[in-house]
């Protein structure tokens, strides 16, 4: 799709002009060049004593793989804490920072941080990739979507500091696009390395699959889909056989429906809801708006409005569950893939129609 004249922007969107596998690295350069400074600001100069408790949860997991205290559910996400332990052989950036670690433990928290931003950059490319190439946005308000996930409040809050929520972003992006083109042996596998970040991969990818074939009838790849994350269960539940956990996870489902309809309208007011809800879809909320006005002028735009219900659902599940009402709207950020991509197709459409009249204006000689 053309999107009218950009000025500045033409160098950016010609260098985006070629071949898929390149225009993905140079994604990733730009988006080095715009986040590294948030990233070493994070290490540097914030002590680890002020994240969430997660945080430090995850460092001591990555310290002791096998002997660990750490309890369900932290217990049962260990990719990254396993990488980080990994990896912690090498040479870690020791330099002064705000946290005041041990050596060791420092080490662990550099690599943690380090596999978190490159989680961080990976989904940027594959946002990049599913705008361009699936959804066949232009390249300029593709880069766009992308630079909007890195500096995005689930990103900001939660993705740059040692915690999940940056792998299984990644993890969640690559089987929205495996599910989209059909590529279930590659969905099989990073199905099941999902299962190993978190299991809210396997989650909101059925939830996925659900809005993407069974909304449209189209049973059987609905099923596919299903038996496509069966392998990411069965991992999932391996390690909760080999780490079990206490009698309190996972909750009593049928305890939970009973207190559903009083505890869905705390969580929907309660003020840390209404935070997540403010700071991380205010993006979702312009878009409607941009998406109303464009309606009112009789335009259509190319995108499917069932997948917005992936926020309902998600939310409901974060309800039943009885995580929190912070920790609820953690979980409805999962399904940013597919709000930024509703938000980009209206934006999209609108600099088809207003974008390049604006620009002929600009160009316009003064009379």
């Known amino acids: 799709m053309k999107i009218g004249k950009w000025g500045l922007f033409r160098n950016i969107i010609s260098m985006l002009k070629i071949p898929q596998w390149r225009s993905l690295l140079v994604v990733v350069g730009l988006n080095v060049l715009l986040t590294y400074p948030v990233f070493f600001t994070v290490y540097k100069w914030y002590p680890i004593q002020q994240f969430p408790q997660d945080a430090q949860t995850y460092i001591s997991l990555s310290q002791n793989m096998i002997s660990s205290e750490v309890v369900a559910p932290f217990r049962h996400r260990i990719l990254t804490p396993l990488m980080a332990n990994q990896l912690s052989v090498l040479p870690g950036w020791n330099t002064r920072i705000a946290s005041y670690l041990e050596p060791r433990v420092q080490t662990l928290f550099f690599y943690f941080m380090g596999i978190n931003y490159f989680w961080i950059l990976a989904t940027s490319a594959l946002l990049f990739y599913w705008f361009r190439h699936c959804l066949y946005l232009s390249s300029g308000v593709s880069y766009l979507g992308s630079v909007a996930l890195m500096l995005s409040y689930p990103m900001m809050s939660n993705g740059y500091i040692p915690m999940m929520d940056a792998g299984a972003h990644f993890f969640i992006t690559l089987l929205l696009i495996f599910f ?162 509703y938000q980009l197709t209206v934006l999209d459409a609108w600099l088809q129609i207003y974008g390049t009249h604006f620009f002929d204006r600009l160009q316009r000689p003064v009379s």
């Open 180 to 341: 989209y083109k059909k590529q279930w042996k590659w969905a099989v596998f990073f199905g099941m390395l999902g299962a190993l970040q978190k299991e809210t991969v396997i989650v909101v990818a059925g939830i996925w699959g659900g809005l993407l074939y069974a909304t449209r009838g189209q049973w059987r790849l609905f099923i596919t889909g299903i038996l496509v994350l069966l392998p990411g269960i069965v991992v999932f539940e391996g390690l909760m056989y080999v780490f079990p956990a206490d009698s309190c996870y996972p909750p009593l489902l049928g305890a939970q429906l009973l207190d559903f309809p009083a505890r869905f309208i705390l969580y929907l007011f309660s003020s840390d809801m209404l935070t997540q809800v403010v700071f991380a879809n205010i993006g979702l909320v312009l878009g409607g708006v941009g998406h109303l006005w464009l309606r009112a002028r009789a335009v259509k735009i190319q995108f499917p409005m069932v997948w917005l219900l992936i926020w309902p659902v998600l939310f409901a599940i974060s309800v039943i569950l009885n995580i929190g009402p912070g920790n609820a709207g953690r979980i409805c950020g999962f399904g940013l893939p597919i709000y930024l991509a």
